[in-house]
């Protein structure tokens, strides 16, 4: 079993930067691969952004990429979201997931995680 739990959204202007982090419980959090979706108001839950077990191998969302940046921190059982030059579309709830190694499907696939956390609002402003 692993809990996720998610922080650093908040309120920010059109350019501005913002770290997400999400904590993972459990010792096997090495083992699992993690992910980043977003969730608009009336819209599907849309991938942003996944790692692997190894910090290695990265992807990322058409939306996002050149402007976020994925990655972990297995000593502190965390991932980071790091968000550049942030838009007003890029406004969501974001969650934090986690796939077992043994989990089938892409990382773009909400279906391919295990484990998701309770989510945290990021709003830009224009």
């Known amino acids: 079993q692993v809990q996720l739990v998610e922080s650093g959204g908040g309120l920010v202007q059109a350019g501005d930067s913002l770290r997400l982090s999400c904590a993972a419980s459990?010792?096997?959090?090495?083992?699992?691969?993690m992910g980043w979706f977003r969730q608009a108001p009336g819209k599907e839950r849309e991938f942003v952004a996944g790692i692997g077990w190894s910090g290695v191998t990265t992807y990322y969302g058409d939306s996002v990429k050149g402007r976020f940046t994925i990655s972990r921190d297995s000593a502190k059982n965390t991932v980071y979201l790091q968000m550049n030059s942030l838009k007003p579309e890029d406004t969501a709830v974001y969650y934090c997931?986690?796939?077992?190694?043994?989990?089938?499907?892409?990382?773009?696939?909400?279906?391919?995680?295990?484990?998701w956390g309770q989510g945290t609002q990021v709003t830009v402003s224009s």
């Open positions: 997931a986690a796939r077992s190694s043994s989990s089938s499907g892409t990382y773009y696939y909400t279906g391919s995680y295990d484990y």
């Open positions: 459990g010792r096997t959090f090495s083992r699992y691969g």
